[in-house]
């Protein structure tokens, strides 16, 4: 009986070794992800084309039926600056003007020894002056003498004969301010707008204009001048502001305007005549004097020299002279422009 051989060259179909059947078996089936794959493949191209074609139809029609924008006209311009004015305050005129011009304005003081029996014996007056200044005498200062003390500091010693206001033209701490400010001072102080606080020489004095020239000995860092113009422009009805140290308050704006040109005014402080003065109902009080009369630009036209009252108060009622720039600045020797 013959065995069966243990090895054998071939092997069943049903058992081939890479699983795969043999010749004449029917195919496997192909799942239906990659059947549906195959399609979409194949109809891919054409639908990109397609949706292509649909933007560019949408694009075309939006350009076609778009409202056009509207063209501006002048009343919508007039009315959005109306209400950019309406919901944005701006600064007003009084407000810019002082502003421009704060920085260069200074407050001045004229100070005087007195003996101790002479001193005033209310001592809440902190050394101002009860008796009254010896007018006329050259301030010691214009001669380099020693400034005393601020009157604070030893009111039995030193008082006040005088309070006032100046501004700055040259920035190396020349000084415009009024002759009676300062007359009959041993001592001048001025203090700067950021504080600073110098003794001051006279310079130059006009009496003719009751005009000083300062010179502060310590001046500030980056110390602005005011800016000067001509008031050969300047109308009756312009505006202007008075900038200044009413009573040693301050500094103090007060708004008004060109009430007239070419004044006369005696003075009671200097008893004289001064002429071709800018009349201003801007209010001035005692302490204005020296301050500043600028325009709605912040431009010094006058420097304000006294107020106009019938009466003894020495208080304003709406007259105030200031002395026109072009005579201020040839006090200096400078020309104002």
């Known amino acids: 009986m013959r065995k069966p051989p243990l090895y054998s060259r071939s092997r069943p179909a049903s058992h081939d070794a890479q699983g795969v059947a043999q010749a004449g078996s029917p195919p496997p089936a192909v799942p239906w992800r990659v059947r549906w794959g195959r399609r979409i493949s194949a109809t891919r191209l054409p639908i990109a084309l ?3 074609a649909l933007v560019a139809i949408g694009v075309a029609l939006y350009a076609a039926y778009r409202p056009l924008p509207r ?6 311009i007039d009315a959005a600056v109306l209400h950019t004015l309406d919901t944005t305050p701006l600064p007003s005129m009084a407000a810019k003007a002082y502003a421009a011009v704060r920085p260069s304005v200074v407050h001045v ?4 020894h007195v003996k101790a029996d002479d001193a005033p014996a209310d001592k809440s007056l902190k050394g101002r002056a009860r008796p009254p200044a010896k007018r ?12 005393p003390r601020a009157e604070a500091d030893s009111p039995e010693e030193l008082y006040r004969i005088g309070v006032g206001t100046g501004v700055v033209i040259v920035a190396t701490g020349l000084i415009l301010t009024n002759l009676h400010v300062i007359d009959g001072a041993e ?6 707008a950021d504080g600073t606080e110098s003794p001051a020489d006279v310079v130059s004095a006009q009496p003719e204009n009751d005009l000083a020239v300062l010179k502060a000995r310590i001046v500030p860092d980056d110390l602005p001048p005011a800016t000067l113009r001509s008031t050969a422009d300047l ?4 505006q202007v502001v008075a900038i200044g140290y009413p009573f040693g308050i301050g500094p103090s704006a007060s708004a008004g305007v060109v009430s007239g040109l070419r004044r006369e005014y005696h003075s009671p402080e200097g008893n004289k005549t001064l002429t071709n003065l800018i009349q201003f109902d801007a209010a001035a009080n005692p302490g204005n004097s020296g301050g500043p009369l600028v325009t709605a630009d912040g431009e ?4 304000v020299t006294g107020i106009f ?17 072009e005579n201020a600045a040839a006090a200096v020797g400078l020309s104002p422009f």
């Open 50 to 52: 397609f949706a292509c």
């Open 71 to 76: 063209t501006l006209t002048q009343k919508d």
């Open 109 to 112: 003081r004229g100070l005087r």
């Open 136 to 147: 006329g005498d050259p301030p010691q200062a214009a001669k380099g003498g020693e400034h």
């Open 187 to 192: 001592a001048i102080v001025v203090t700067f």
């Open 235 to 238: 109308n009756v009805g312009d």
């Open 300 to 303: 010094v036209v006058g420097i």
């Open 309 to 325: 009252n019938p009466t003894d108060q020495r208080v304003f009622i709406g007259i105030g002279f200031a002395v026109p720039i």
